[in-house]
């Protein structure tokens, strides 16, 4: 289920002693036990297991190629790589993975590609590319012909391991760019909060939700899913699905 290629861009130093010091850091923040192999970590707990695995074997590069040709993700020239793969049935490491994840993210030295969905992970880290302004949805039935329609979402609770101020964070992309505010845009907003409870505060916990959203027919269609766990505890609520989100011939 943690299927996914973080890849180190070109031109960037990411060494296997890197990336043990992120892990040694993380399990012993959240009491775990790391063990190493070589380039292959390894972090496992109750009935999951986390295995990371730092390569630059000639095939990285080869395939970084393919992937960038086919998925039309920014993979171009990558040598070196991070495997990410796991069992975790009861999501007893998905914080753990956040935090990872997290970490990684914060050294801008990657391009993180999810290979169970086929696409690059963004997250909120788009601020920086230009959004897109869709003013109609003709235009933007047009755009998701081209490219993938996306939601993410955090609601954090006020204080937590790594921040102060709480609040709800919602962000469509269309294509790998944001979109701008817009009224396409707002009832896009206002669809997902009738479809999916995504609470504007919460007193402990952090939830991460995403989802794709595609055309099917006369409707825009929701395939979503969102966890919610003391920050960066176990899940306590989790939950999943696919909906009918508007009418895909709704007008502004």
């Known amino acids: 289920m943690y299927d996914t290629l973080i890849m180190v861009k070109p031109g ?5 002693d890197e990336l043990g010091s992120v892990l040694i850091d993380v399990t ?5 036990t790391l ?4 380039n292959v970590f390894r972090i496992a707990t109750g009935s999951a297991l986390l295995v990371f695995i730092w390569s630059d074997a000639p095939h990285v590069l080869e395939e970084s190629e393919r992937i960038a040709e086919q998925f039309e993700v920014e993979t171009q020239g990558c040598q070196t790589r991070i495997e990410m793969t796991g069992n975790d049935p009861d999501l007893e490491l998905y914080y753990d993975c956040v935090l990872i994840d997290e970490t990684l993210r ?4 990657f391009v993180v590609f999810d290979t169970q969905a086929g696409r690059q992970r963004f997250h909120f880290d788009m601020n920086d590319v230009p959004p897109v302004l869709v003013e109609d949805f003709a235009t933007l039935l047009s ?8 939601v993410e979402w955090q609601v954090r609770c006020d204080i937590g391991p790594e921040w102060i101020g709480g609040g709800r964070k919602i962000q469509f992309s269309l294509n790998r760019r944001r979109l701008a505010e817009s009224p396409v845009r707002s009832q896009l907003m206002e669809a997902l909060l009738r479809v999916v409870d995504i609470p504007e505060s919460s ?7 995403e989802g794709e959203i595609t055309h099917e027919r006369d409707s825009l269609i929701l395939d979503y899913d969102w ?5 960066y505890w176990d899940t306590r609520a989790q939950d999943s ?10 007008q502004p």
Request: no cysteine.
């Open 12 to 16: 960037v130093s990411f060494t296997a």
């Open 28 to 32: 012993r923040r959240r009491s775990r």
């Open 35 to 38: 063990e190493r192999d070589g």
């Open 106 to 109: 914060a050294t801008d030295k």
């Open 143 to 150: 755009l998701m012909e081209q490219g993938e329609l996306l």
């Open 203 to 209: 007193a402990d916990a952090l939830i991460m939700g």
């Open 227 to 231: 966890n919610e766990g003391i920050p």
């Open 241 to 250: 699905g696919t909906v009918v989100l508007m009418a895909a011939s709704r």
